[in-house]
């Protein structure tokens, strides 16, 4: 962990004016025992708290919280990037550097709030390249030194003070598939979202019924789509039911989650799956968004550092 004590309450302030609020960790970057990140997401630090913490063995940034100047917050854990990044994300608030140089991690706003995780993944050795965190979740943040990675982080770039007075543009989805899509030139290989990989909650969890789940995998076997199952993961990989190709497996399935097809079929849930096969499926009711009650009693940011990009 780097002492600077005037350079961390700098960036601390300038933190929590962005609306990217900080907990202390210990172990290089751990969740302190008992930390219940959904509950502080949801009624996050003020920023007296902030300052008053010990940083001196970590520091994180909550995923998921409301942001004052509209939207919630995602955070970016790229594993698997380009070494230079020519353009930031719609919504972009900050990034820094990772403990290796294909390592990043991106703070932005988007108008829904991300419940969970996104993984992006390499099609075909299924590689993680970088997940897109929300509610649940957080990532460690300079001036954290993780063991045995003494590089550590290091602070990149800021948003610009006029991007702070537009709302957010993208979805949740909408950001991953476009990350999906710039680390699938920038690497020259194929990365897809693996959908549907959050936790289940009653709130907000939906998991197919075995009885759909046996209905769907009878009727996949009645159009010859035979299955295989190349790992532990639950996910399933074989010919699509919805193109003529007995070349290559293009299609991908969890019998209780959702499906994708990597030509030109689409993806879903396993109950969208079940209606494009003829399935008759259960009516699901979906929670709304918590909206803002009241307006926010944070000042307008001043941001001095411009994007570099």
């Given amino acids: 962990m780097r002492n600077d004590a005037l350079d961390l309450r700098t960036h601390l302030r300038r933190l929590h004016r962005l609306g990217l609020y900080t907990i202390p960790g210990w172990g290089g970057g751990k969740l302190l025992p008992g930390t219940d990140p959904r509950a502080l997401s949801l009624n996050p630090p003020s920023l007296r708290e902030v300052l008053e913490a010990d940083y001196s063995d970590g520091l994180i940034i909550l995923a998921g919280t409301e942001n004052p100047h509209g939207g919630y917050l995602v955070a970016i854990d790229v594993d698997h990037g ?13 990034d820094e550097l990772g403990t290796q140089n294909t390592k990043r991690h991106i703070f932005v706003r988007t ?29 460690r943040s300079w001036p954290t030194m993780p063991p045995d990675k003494p590089r550590g982080y290091q602070p990149a770039s800021w948003t610009v003070e006029w991007n702070l007075l537009a709302g957010p543009e ?3 989805r909408q950001l991953a598939d476009g990350m999906a899509d710039f680390l699938s030139r920038s690497l020259g290989e194929s990365i897809w979202v693996k959908d549907l990989d959050r936790p289940k909650t ?27 199952r190349p790992g532990g993961t639950g996910w399933q990989l074989g010919f699509c039911p919805f193109h003529d190709n007995t070349k290559t497996p293009a299609f991908s399935v969890n019998l209780t989650q959702g499906w994708i097809c990597f030509s030109t079929c689409g993806r879903g849930s396993i109950f969208n799956l079940a209606r494009r096969l003829g399935i008759s499926t259960p009516e699901v009711s979906r929670p709304r968004l918590r909206r803002r009650a009241h307006p926010s009693e ?5 941001v001095s550092w411009r994007v570099r990009f």
């Avoid at 990044?85 to 900050?94: C, I």
């Avoid at 108008?111 to 990532?139: F, P």
């Avoid at 944070?298 to 001043?302: I, Q």
């Fill in 298 to 302: 944070h000042e307008p940011v001043a």
């Fill in 202 to 228: 009653p709130a907000t969890g939906i998991v197919a019924s075995g009885d759909l789940a046996a209905a769907v995998e009878h009727e996949l076997d009645r159009r010859n789509v035979r299955l295989r």
């Fill in 82 to 94: 380009p070494e230079i990044w020519p353009s930031m994300p719609k919504g972009f608030l900050y």
């Fill in 170 to 172: 993208l979805t949740a």
């Fill in 111 to 139: 108008t829904d709030r991300l419940e969970g995780v996104l993984n992006l993944v390499a099609y075909g050795t299924g590689e993680l390249v970088a997940e897109i965190k929300g509610l649940n979740l957080s990532l």
